[in-house]
């Protein structure tokens, strides 16, 4: 059974000012045509189906659905299956009202997935799918809300405390998920999870602790499965060094910061004894970003040539020198005109110029950023956090 393995596909994502809909569509077509040319039978989506952002609405999510039924009307059409679980992005409310009409389309048959269909799990779970004259089993345990393993004495005097018992919890359900009576021990079984495991290299710059998300040990996730299809960590990489336990990172660029990594998807051969072979990476082409420093005016009439696809790129731009407000105005026409694609553009002092003239340096930041990092400071670890950040990036991109 071959299958794809992706996660981290956020659709409707915004980033700042722009709507990410066109981006994420055609790395969707993409994997679609992979299916087909590789003709994989089974595609597995390890959380974050769609963007938390504000913009996402129930029509939002709606057209979204409606473009993977016909960029994957082929795939779906010779008995091709999606398989996905929810992540820390995928709001409850919404992903029930999704599952609540796809069981009405095509329920599970006695806990497995019946072909041509596309499911998205909720919650902790054990299904089967079969191709090619094999079945797969598959453990699924989308992103660990507190609400999914509460007890009734439940009491905890901080987020740390509340992070160590969720952790505690899942671990349990993953080493007795073999004694369910739902679980075949003859099966090879793939686990789909959308956790933060320790080991996993991030983007952050300060190392996530329990306060911030719900971290498990490497030890906490036995690598006795066929396959281990991970998501929520965004750089694409093996697991400690173990070729089966994998993290494929999004479908595109999200933030500047992901700028030069690589994008794509794994395929994974699963056969009765388990993995055949190493996953094989395909790459897929991402949108183009680029972080963009200005020390000298002159230099942004070379800024064609030195980038090729201006057009499509998303940039930062810093403008690090000593202008007249007039100067600023030009320029900063000339850059949207050039780069249409701008998530922002900032304005800073020259230090050498304002230390040449003895003035103290004073960096000229934009109001947006400084928002953005005073909420990513205090919301941390909050659990409406995601919520009120997207909620302020609206009031934010309206005033840009």
Known sequence: MLILHTADWHLGDVLTRLDRTDDLRKRVREVAALCESRQVDLVVIAGDVFSDHSAVTYEKMTAELEHIHEAFAAFFARGGTILAITGNHDKDIRSDLIRAGMKLAAAPTRGALNPGRMYLQNGPGITTYAARGETVQFVLVPYPFAHRYAEPDDKFDSREELNRAIKTRVAAWLTNAAAKPNFDPKLPSVLVAHLNVSGSETHQLYKLTERDDVCFDGGAIPTHWAYVALGHIHKPQPLGGVGHVRYPGPLDRLRIDERNDDRGVLLVDIGPQGCRGEPEWVPLAPTPMHDI????????????????????????????????????????????????????????????????????VQTQVDYRETVRKHLADKLTGDPDGPAIIALVETFLTEAS
Do not use: M
């Not at 230099?299 to 930062?316: C, L, Q, S, T």
């Not at 249409?340 to 230390?355: K, L, M, N, S």
């Open 293 to 360: 420093v200005i020390t000298d005016p002159a230099e942004v009439a070379g800024f064609a040539a030195k980038y090729p696809d201006h057009r499509e790129a998303i940039v930062n731009i810093s403008v690090r020198h000593d202008s007249t407000a007039a100067q600023k105005d030009a320029l900063t026409r000339e850059l949207r005109k050039l780069f249409p694609r701008y998530a922002e553009i900032r304005w800073e002092t020259d230090p050498a110029a304002a230390g040449s003239r003895g003035e103290a």
